[in-house]
């Protein structure tokens, strides 16, 4: 199966920072990766698809790049809102795995 | 927009099956080229796939749980179900279904708590 390992694994940070998490994949996935949000109690959200598609109705300081191995999620201008566990997940080849998850904290 | 709900017991004994099913409204299940996911997570812990089936029937399961896993679409009822059997304590989870288009797992259901626990 191949691994995705997301850095940090946590963090923490102000409302107005700029926030960076990757996720590197053990072998090349293209840019078969999406990005998910989840607050506690509640289902993964999709943020961003094919690497870097922002989804419909996700603000534009959510972006994500990379391609092949390594990847990155990118919050301009924190929010409050966007407090909450980021995930990573591959869709380039069975088993679908998910990164162990980034927890963004506030500072 | 389409809506996805599991449902199904909070509580299972150890040995004995889980079986949840999800729901969906707001659109017909054969619409689209979509498949049809569970997923699962344990409290405090990262998220796990488990499988998914086409409205054709076509599955692809997780091979940690291939042995004890079995997804099944209703088109009839518009809703899917998954069966895992065996259970133990280490298959206490939330347990989520998500619809699945290409490269990407959109929307989920809200998740149901699953305890296996005598």
């Known amino acids: 199966a191949i691994q995705l390992t997301q850095s940090p694994s946590s963090l923490s940070a102000s409302v107005g920072d700029r926030v960076t998490i990757t996720c590197r994949a053990s072998q090349d996935i293209s840019s078969d990766l999406a990005w998910y949000q989840q607050k506690p109690g509640k289902a993964p959200h999709l943020l961003i698809y094919?690497?870097?598609t922002l989804e419909s109705g996700v603000p534009s300081r959510f972006s994500g790049s990379g391609s092949g191995t390594e990847f990155t999620l990118t919050i301009n201008t924190l929010q409050p809102e966007d407090f909450a566990t980021y995930f990573c997940?591959?869709?380039?080849?069975?088993?679908?795995?998910f990164g162990g998850g980034t927890r963004v904290e506030i500072k | 927009h389409v809506q996805l709900q599991e449902s199904g017991p909070g509580l299972v004994k150890p040995s004995q099956t889980l079986s949840l099913t999800c729901s969906v409204s707001?659109?017909?299940?054969?619409?689209?080229?979509?498949?049809w996911s569970w997923v699962r997570q344990p409290a405090g812990e990262g998220l796990e796939w488990i499988g998914l089936?086409?409205?054709?029937?076509?599955?692809n399961y997780n091979p940690s749980l291939k042995s004890r896993v079995t997804i099944s679409v209703d088109t009839s009822k518009n809703q899917f179900s998954l069966n895992l059997t065996s259970v133990t304590a280490a298959d206490t989870a939330v347990y989520y279904c998500a619809r699945v288009l290409m490269a990407t797992m959109n929307p989920w259901g809200q998740g149901t708590l699953v305890t296996v626990s005598s």
């Open positions: 997940q591959q869709f380039n080849r069975y088993p679908l795995t």
């Open positions: 089936i086409s409205t054709f029937g076509r599955t």
């Open positions: 707001g659109d017909s299940i054969t619409s689209g080229s979509y498949y």
């Open positions: 094919d690497a870097s």
